[in-house]
């Protein structure tokens, strides 16, 4: 559905110098997945979704979405190949003067669909996205929640086949966001159109992606299925995704040693109990944990804190237990 070969961009300075914002950017998305692009400021993250919309074209390489090339389109072609990609923002952008209904049905009277089938959509898409009987409502009437529930709507108005969403949930607050989540995973479901999402929000990921890109200075530094990523332990994803439990306010005695601890399972599979009794037969204490559930893997992370004597060997049996163990510089 989404498939980038080779994208490079680059920017001219004064003085003839560049700035690289995507090198060699190689990415393929499939068709009904949630993919996520994280990243820290400077990543690459905006450069990447303005040409995805084709608000900017790569300096070399190919984006093709839905089939089409847009490195290549032009004119009324290119004006199709926009409409076939709905686009969230990280603040809904609403027009403030228009209802909810006008703001999710201005994307029809620009294309020039009839009223009455503009009426039918707007109504149908509110339903959708949860807001029905609240068409009349102008944005200023409206929380931040809903206001991105009609950004959504106005996104999803000429059935396209992509959604892309900038920070669709930044400027949220948790229970929102969670809300926000769970709808775009329903749009999904219902309407079988892709969803890339841009974030630097690593809990987006954890809740609705199943893959996910990490860029880094405008390189892909790892991309993968998330249940593939998590699987690694020495991923720069999966540090990511599951951080090593911070143990800073903890006092660890001299004699012990701290070890990061990390185990990946299926549910209905007693890997982490499996390793909790482990640790504990081998006189480990677990100083601090966390567990999480991404795709269909289950994730764990351990600080076990273990006599320093007997530390080597400790490593070596969980180890050989298939769990990935390091030792922690404090």
Known sequence: MIDLRAVR?????KGGAEVVALDDVTLHVDKGAIHGIVGQSGAGKSTLI????????????????????????????LLRARRNIGMVFQAANLLEARTAA????????????????????????LSLVGLAGRGDSYPSQLSGGQRQRVGIARALADTPAVLLCDEPTSALDSESTRQILSLLRHVRDVAGVTVLIITHEMSVVREICDSVTLLGHGRVIQSGKVDDVVTDPTSPLARELVPVPHVDDVHIPEAMTLLDVMFTSRPGVPTGANVLRLAASLGADVTAG????????????????????????IIAQLKANNVHVQERNL
Not at 53 to 73: K, M, N
């Open 9 to 13: 961009k680059v920017y001219p300075v």
């Open 50 to 77: 303005r040409c995805l919309t084709a608000l900017e074209r790569p300096t070399e390489g190919r984006i093709t979405v839905d089939g089409v090339d847009l490195s290549t389109v032009r004119g009324r072609e």
């Open 102 to 125: 006008a703001n999710v049905g201005y994307p029809l009277k620009l294309a020039g669909v009839s009223r009455q089938e503009t009426e039918r959509r707007v109504e149908e898409l």
């Open 290 to 313: 966390t567990f999480e559930s991404l795709a269909t893997s289950q994730v764990g992370r351990l600080a076990l804190s273990v006599p320093t004597i007997h530390k080597d060997q």
